[in-house]
């Protein structure tokens, strides 16, 4: 390992600069290079990018804690399908639609069919992305997992998250069928797989919240010349709100990626509408799951008994039991402010102007679908704890000091966070 | 009386069920009999299977069973009669058994709490103890390669009782090509009832007796009198139900505190009595319901038989697993005619213990499996399993308990004109 004969200073600077690429600010050009990254939230899981660093010399992994969004699914709200179906049947009835709305018509017809019935449900794709992430955290990790190691598995009651468990689980036996698998769904576990401060849903929910975002959505939703290539008369695009209608098509045209339909219908967005489209859904999380400093504290906060779960599985594991991985399923709306509450780099850049918002926070880095976060623990003879954290199977930083990054001491990790939430006894669990 | 024990004997009548029908002074010998669909899962019933004839390899099982033990669905159940006893002792209105029952009832409401309607360690140990014993007994089914389709309802102690079940499949065998699912369009297959007889649940006068009936078996004064010194301000049958509610979940958890010791046999059997009756008019055989009652399990049925074509034609589906709930487990053993307790028929109340046991057609984690074999020249052949004890159903057969796939083909298209 050359790098540990390399001095400090040279060090320090080859990290901030790692830290920076990483962190890098996201622009409009890499959004337009695959729109489907406009989709945000709904971007299937792109799975690894980077390499594994390997671990400093004499150390091995030992635990794994772990957090997990479910896997790609059908939308939950069925009028993302069904309003636009609908406005494009009632212009083709009354004579009024275009052949491109003819050929949009056809499209959501074929994507509403394999939809229909499963609102909200994990997809094939969902199931295999889980599998997929499994297979990954057990070969690069397989110290970890090997004779009978205790798993401890848990997730939220929505179908789409307990199957993701199940689908990630599942493989995990396969590839070592002795593993001691704990899996449960438990109202007793919800605050370790789901943020529920008053604090937070109040904040959420605030006036002040509520009407800067519905002024940034009304500045960012121009439906005006998508409903003309799609609509023939006047009188009938000002029968129904052209907003909704775009909106609904949007989360439409997101969500198939997540599914087996192999065509797409971003051909009737222009590249800038699907970019402020995701400047909406990006606005949302950044403000009220993200760093944004209007929060505060309170938004920082948010995932707060999350880490605190963390932490004392780590704990457990370290002090010398037989805890090798600690996994729990979820939602974004959870991920996202674990991730903030960590401090992870992509998750932590401060901008006041909502127009520069995708610029230091997108969500769809932090939570696409399957998106996860996972602390990997390393220990050496002595007994040394290091870890390194990924997001999305990806190394990422976090604002604590370290000679060894992406690995840092676990001792250094717990300390910060401990200091910085000191009121972690206040979370009554 | 031990559990074990209770086991034994459920297993003994259920292994002579083709004739006899539990007795009233069986029941009572063993009030464990009376736990109706909060009895543990009993089963196996029956642990050497009989042999195929000559020729014939297993190939195919279709499944449906039900989650296994689990806590109360509703924290009142705890709650309601833990706050009456609790009010009681504080002006000092309950006797010392009282007050004893006071802290074991505590104890289990505090084992419930945050668990509401949840699957019990139990619950996983059934699940996983059945999907051993399927896989052993048939393991040509379960080869390396061979598709696996579990299903399950979306309710957490389903999803988790399927979790058990296909965790211990996998360790048998680590190469089965098995999905796990818990989607809505899974219920075509899990949960789905035909409601045909709609007028009958809401109109017939036999729920007015029902309601006479329960009220007539609920006699609560010794009970009563047993634990409180002062029942002002109590309603007596409510919290004598309340009770006998929380007496049978506790034999779902491990948690070793029970309440049993405050009922008599007696008592036992006449509250069951009544849960047997509601169960059996709802879900039973029962005349009152005519053809629409016996034909609510109808659309599962077809998944059965569905899929089982499917499976034949298709050569490499070793199994279809559906997860699901008591109150589709009981229509479809009703709507299959499934042993001779699934037709046995009145319509006098008092008669229906005699006839219809709720916990044998549904305890916890119970299941019903259809099992196939063939034979080189492709002959399909089929047995069915209750609580994985062959069961008959009224087909003719020269081999009981397997029967041709045709003849039972036929006879439930021309029962149903399917």
Redesign the interface.
């Known amino acids: 390992m050359p790098i540990m004969r390399i001095n400090h200073s040279i060090l320090t600077a080859l990290l901030l600069c790692m830290t920076l690429c990483l962190s890098a600010q996201t622009s409009r050009e890499e959004i337009y290079a695959d729109l489907r990254k406009s989709g945000g939230l709904m971007l299937e899981y792109p799975g690894p990018q980077s390499v594994q660093t390997p671990a400093p010399k004499g150390y091995k992994p030992f635990y794994i804690s772990h957090f997990g969004r479910h896997g790609s699914r059908w939308h939950f709200d069925k009028h993302c399908y069904t309003d636009p179906l609908e406005t494009l049947k009632q212009a083709q009835e009354q004579g009024v639609i275009t052949p491109l709305g003819e050929d949009l018509m056809r499209r959501l017809e074929i994507i509403w069919d394999d939809a229909k019935d499963r609102d909200g449900e994990l997809t094939a794709k969902g199931y295999r992305q889980h599998q997929g992430i499994a297979e990954r955290m057990y070969e690069t990790f397989p110290e970890v997992f090997k004779g009978d190691a205790r798993v401890t598995a848990i997730s939220t009651d929505v179908p789409r998250v307990m199957v993701s468990m199940l689908a990630f689980t599942d493989r995990l036996k396969q590839l070592n069928p002795r593993i001691r698998l704990e899996e449960n769904v438990s109202q007793r576990d919800r605050p370790y797989v789901s943020t529920h401060t008053k604090a937070s849903l109040e904040y959420e929910q605030s006036d002040s919240v509520r009407r800067a975002f519905h002024e940034f959505f009304e500045a960012h939703i121009q439906p005006d010349r998508l409903v003309h290539s799609l609509f023939s008369s006047e009188e009938f695009i000002s029968s129904f709100d052209g907003k909704s209608f775009m909106r609904h098509l949007y989360e439409t045209a997101s969500i198939i990626q997540d599914t087996e339909l192999d065509f797409d219908i971003y051909d009737v967005f222009t590249k800038e509408e699907l970019f402020d489209l995701f400047q909406i859904s990006n606005y949302d999380y950044y403000t009220t799951k993200g760093s944004d400093p209007a929060g505060g504290r309170t938004l920082l906060e948010t995932g707060k008994s999350l880490l605190k779960y963390t932490i004392d599985c780590a704990d457990e594991a370290i002090a010398g039991g037989d805890l090798a991985a600690s996994l729990r399923f979820s939602h974004d709306s959870h991920l996202c402010p674990l991730a903030t509450v960590m401090q992870l780099d992509p998750c932590r850049g401060i901008e006041t102007d909502p127009d520069k918002y995708y610029t230091v926070y997108a969500n769809y880095k932090v939570s696409p679908m399957a998106g996860n976060l996972q602390v990997i623990f390393f220990r050496n003879r002595g007994g040394d704890v290091i870890c390194k954290i990924l997001l999305n199977e990806n190394e990422v930083g976090i604002p604590v000091q370290t000679d060894m990054y992406p690995y840092y001491r676990w001792s250094d990790v717990r300390a910060y966070y401990m200091e910085q939430y000191d009121d972690f006894k206040d979370l009554g669990i | 009386m031990s559990k074990k024990l209770t086991i034994l004997i459920a297993a003994a009548i259920l292994c002579t069920s083709a004739v006899a029908q539990v007795s009233r002074e069986e029941v009572l010998a063993d009030p464990d009999l009376s736990l109706g669909l909060y009895m543990p899962y009993p089963g196996p019933l029956q642990l050497r299977q009989s042999p195929a004839p000559r020729g014939y390899e297993p190939f195919y099982i279709s499944h449906l069973g039900r989650h296994g033990s689990r806590w109360h669905t509703k924290s009142e159940y705890y709650e309601r009669p833990l706050a009456v006893l609790d009010s009681a002792s504080a002006r000092g209105a309950l006797t010392p058994l009282g007050e004893d029952v006071l802290r074991r009832v505590r104890l289990i409401a505090e084992d419930a709490r ?3 309607g ?2 019990t360690a139990m619950g996983f140990r059934q699940h996983r103890g059945i999907a051993d014993r399927m896989y052993n007994h048939y393991k040509g089914v379960f080869r390396k390669g061979r598709k696996v389709t579990a299903k399950s309802t ?1 309710v ?1 102690r389903v ?2 009782s ?2 058990s079940f ?2 211990r499949l ?2 048998c065998e ?2 089965l090509d ?8 899974c219920r075509y297959s899990v949960a789905r009832l035909d409601k045909h007889g709609s007028k009958y649940w809401k109109n017939d006068p036999v729920w007015e007796q029902l309601k006479e009936f329960r009220d007539s078996l609920t006699q609560p004064e010794r009970l009563m009198s047993s634990l409180f010194t002062d029942q002002s301000g109590i309603d007596a049958k409510s919290m004598m139900a309340d009770l006998f509610e929380v007496m049978g979940i506790a034999h779902d958890t491990d948690l070793g505190v029970s309440i049993d010791d405050i009922f008599t046999p007696e008592e036992r059997y006449d509250l069951w009595q009544a849960d047997n009756a509601e169960f059996y008019l709802a879900k039973g055989p029962c005349p009152l319901g005519g053809e629409a009652l016996k034909a609510q399990g109808l659309p599962m049925l077809k998944d059965f038989i569905k899929r089982a074509d499917e499976a034949i034609a298709d050569g490499n589906v070793a199994a279809d697993l559906r997860f699901s709930h008591d109150s589709y487990i009981a229509p479809l053993t009703t709507t299959m005619q499934l042993g001779t307790m699934s037709r046995g028929e009145t319509t006098d109340l008092n008669e229906i213990a005699s006839k219809w046991c709720d916990w044998r057609v549904s305890p916890m984690a119970s299941n019903i499996q259809w099992v196939f074999y063939r034979n080189r020249q492709g002959d399909v052949i089929v047995k069915f399993l209750l609580q994985e004890q062959e069961v008959d159903i009224p087909v003719q057969t020269d081999m009981y308990p397997y029967y041709r796939w045709e003849d039972v083909k036929a006879y439930y298209s021309n029962q149903y004109s399917i």
Do not use: D, I
């Open positions: 945050g668990r509401k949840e699957l979306g957490p999803v988790m399927m979790q296909c965790a996998r360790e680590p190469g098995m999905t796990l699912n818990a989607s809505g369009r």
